[in-house]
């Protein structure tokens, strides 16, 4: 019993971090900012593609956080090319539109407003050996109707091609481009692709998994959480049908080189609401701007089937584009929305966004070394634009990030 109760105190401690930040004058912000907007200019159908390959549940890359440093920066015309985006229907038709792009400098592809006090400092990423966990398995399953199907784990949800993805509105799921792309066709299941929202059906019999409270949601509000004891829930899925499915080109056009890994995210339409709280998108600010410098994410990693996965780390290096960081991850929960929990001044409360798109576990050789690294993609300005016009079919509503 002690043992158990031992194992979750980190955990509850992080959860609780935020009410006792509030205490401080310099808690962490979300800084609300102008960005650019991202608009559709002209749409063509493209030929049916021909869904042959299974989805990859890992992203391999050759270029490491040096390597995307020194990458030269996409100019605007570039910008508009990767900022294009495919629309794949249900019905099987496949639709290329091109954008435009307006108030927005090309000399910076990072949020202004988060730029300054800025360190630049970033910590060295560890030489290991190939795998997905980093020493102790830090993952926590969560189970139990009480909070298992409370915000905010309840925005997690799965993909019938197995990745994870994260509610983003009534009607939409953010989620990695290679859960339904490969970077050259659209995979097997993409067509007919349907996003699974876990329900647990409660048995009788009591749990030997995870130790948590039956109020565990409120901790992770700042509230009580009286303590009772957990049932053994067994999960299943509610599924609900994608209308549309959009990929941005620059994962299509360059998954073959070093840019690709900077566009791995794309948004899924439902063909009806679901009914949910859902997280709000953020810009995603420096690592060291993060409270504890921590990144959080829910999925459903491959190993432990029928269960949500809660984890969060430290954020490591970063580019304009990327997150690295050692989250314990598996296969299946890339395509989870990472997020971060910041307090919101103009409505006077905590409140989590989403930050980034967890891609996956990656790795180099270098000098006979491999070295490993979990990625996040950024949700940078205009990724922010370009995701919230999508969601809200206008850019009035997406001048705020």
Not at 128 to 146: T, V, W
Not at 233 to 261: E, L
Request: with cysteine.
């Amino acid at each position: 019993m002690r043992s158990r109760f031992a194992s979750i105190l980190p955990l509850l401690f992080v959860l609780c971090l935020p009410s006792v930040f509030s205490s401080f004058s310099s808690r962490p912000q979300w800084i609300l900012q102008h960005v650019p907007v991202v608009l559709p200019q002209h749409t063509e159908s493209r030929p049916a593609p021909r869904f042959l390959s299974p989805a990859r549940l890992d992203v391999n890359s050759p270029c490491d956080p040096e390597c995307h440093k020194r990458a030269p920066r996409p100019s605007y015309w570039d910008l508009r090319g990767l900022l294009a985006y495919e629309t794949l229907h249900s019905d099987g038709q496949l639709t290329e539109t091109a954008i435009g792009i307006y108030g927005y400098s090309p000399s910076s592809n990072t949020s202004p407003a988060y730029s300054l006090g800025s360190s630049g400092k970033t910590e060295r990423s560890h030489v290991r050996r190939k795998r997905q966990i980093f020493g102790h398995d830090g993952r926590f399953s969560i189970a139990g109707q009480n909070f298992l199907l409370k915000y905010p784990f309840s925005v997690a949800v799965k993909l019938s091609t197995g990745c994870s993805g994260t509610l983003v509105g009534d009607r939409h799921v953010l989620t990695a481009a290679h859960c339904v792309h490969d970077g050259k066709n659209y995979v097997k299941g993409a067509q007919r692709l349907r996003v699974g929202f876990l329900k647990p059906k409660q048995r009788e019999t009591q749990s030997s998994t995870l130790f948590l409270p039956s109020n565990f949601s409120n901790y992770v509000e700042g509230g009580p959480a009286p303590y009772a004891p957990p049932t053994n829930d067994k999960m299943k899925f509610q599924w609900i049908r994608a209308k549309r499915t959009h990929v941005p080109k620059g994962w299509i056009k360059g998954n073959a080189n070093d840019i690709g890994m900077d566009y791995d995210y794309a948004l899924l339409e439902l063909k009806k609401p679901h009914k949910r709280r859902h997280m709000k998108l953020g810009v995603s600010p420096p690592a060291q701007r993060l409270p504890g410098h921590r990144v959080h994410f829910s999925g459903f990693d491959n190993d432990r089937p029928g269960k949500l996965v809660y984890r969060f780390c430290q954020a490591g290096e970063e580019t304009s584009d990327l997150l690295y960081q050692h989250c314990d991850a598996q296969p299946g929960a890339s395509g989870s929305g990472v997020y971060a929990r910041m307090w919101d001044g103009r409505r006077r409360r905590w409140e989590r966004k989403v930050i980034g798109v967890f891609s996956g576990h990656q790795w180099v050789e270098r000098q006979g070394a491999s070295q490993e690294f979990n990625v996040a993609v950024r949700i940078t300005p205009l990724k922010y634009a370009q995701i919230c016009y999508w969601i809200k079919g206008n850019f009035v509503d997406c001048r705020e990030g």
